[in-house]
């Protein structure tokens, strides 16, 4: 199993411009995250998904929207980049049952100049 | 929502030494509190976690405990080592969300 994996790894963008952060798992796992993680802080999380067409805001959702339109998938869109959504960008996938263990992904380094 | 405090921001022990990291939580009816490693540039790892029907978790040099009447866990690492050194973060998994709340993180460092 690939685990969590979480694409690019590197972005910077413009003031305005629009991306999407890849998140993907093979370990079937219903619940999944997005965190966001500044520097010398914790994370916080943005937004999170308990299966495939549900998903609510977490902490700190402004500006980011998400879908999950199947069990292994969960991207995060940033609608117009600002220079505060600077941060490292972590997805999270959990299953509903057995064990509360959330497994990361390596993140996402994001700066927006 | 559930709301996490974290102390001390940062530490610093001799080799050997314990360490010990506290956190406070506010949701009486939260029930999974996990222990994170992080080192620069990688993501959290977990290194222990409790749940709380538990008031005490052990894994070698590394113990939880879970004080539920007061809403507190610690971190317990013992005979410290230099590969110790790195940020620590507790967390708990918000019911409502099934998502966790995390603390600010204590940075360890560990002298040789």
């Known amino acids: 199993n690939a685990g969590v994996t979480q694409t690019p790894k590197f972005q910077v963008l413009k003031t305005g411009q629009s991306m999407t952060l890849q998140c993907a798992q093979d370990m079937n796992h219903e619940y999944m995250s997005w965190y966001r993680q500044d520097p010398g802080m914790g994370l916080r999380l943005i937004h999170y998904s308990v299966g495939a067409g549900i998903t609510d805001q977490g902490e700190v959702p402004n500006g980011y929207n998400v879908s999950r339109s199947t069990t292994e998938d969960f991207p995060l869109r940033l609608l117009s980049a600002a220079p505060s959504q600077t941060s490292v960008y972590f997805c999270a996938s959990s299953p509903r049952q057995e064990s509360y263990e959330q497994y990361f992904g390596p993140g996402t380094r994001l700066t927006v100049t | 929502g559930e709301n996490v405090e974290q102390h001390p921001s940062t530490l610093s022990v001799q080799e050997g030494d314990s360490a010990v990291i506290k956190c406070t939580y506010s949701?009486?009816?939260?029930?999974?509190f996990p222990w994170y490693k992080q080192e620069l540039g990688k993501r959290p790892q977990l290194i222990i976690d409790?749940?709380?029907?538990?008031g005490e978790k052990k894994d070698q040099r590394i113990a939880v405990t879970l004080n539920k009447t007061a809403k507190h866990f610690s971190l317990h690492i013992t005979e410290t080592q230099p590969e110790d050194s790195a940020v620590y973060f507790c967390a708990v998994r918000d019911t409502g969300r099934r998502a966790l709340t995390f603390g600010s993180g204590t940075r360890l460092q560990v002298q040789p």
């Open positions: 409790i749940r709380s029907n538990v």
């Open positions: 949701d009486s009816a939260s029930n999974y």
